[in-house]
């Protein structure tokens, strides 16, 4: 994610594609979030949940100015999702 702070917004949309959502901030900032990978739980018959595989990515890209100037991770899969 590094090689993208800089770039313009409209480069990082191209690449990943529209976020799943977008807040507006202060003086024109702009906050793209991001959601990759799933979570899947298995649930036995009386919905308990028997397994829980937790495959998701969460990414925060703060805009400024119409350029990236930050980015945040969540999630135990980042690493691989984001190589």
């Not at 702070?5 to 024109?28: A, K, L, S, Y």
């Not at 829980?52 to 990515?57: E, G, K, L, M, P």
């Amino acid at each position: 994610m590094d090689m993208w702070i800089g770039r313009t917004e409209q480069e990082f949309v191209r690449t990943w594609g529209t976020p799943d959502r977008v807040e507006n901030g202060p003086n024109g900032s702009r906050t793209l979030f991001l959601h990759r990978g799933e979570r899947v739980q298995g649930l036995n018959v009386y919905g308990h949940v028997i397994s829980d595989v937790n495959n998701r990515c969460d990414i925060s890209i703060m805009i400024v100015d119409g350029y990236v100037r930050d980015y945040a991770t969540q999630g135990a899969t980042c690493g691989q999702q984001l190589r």
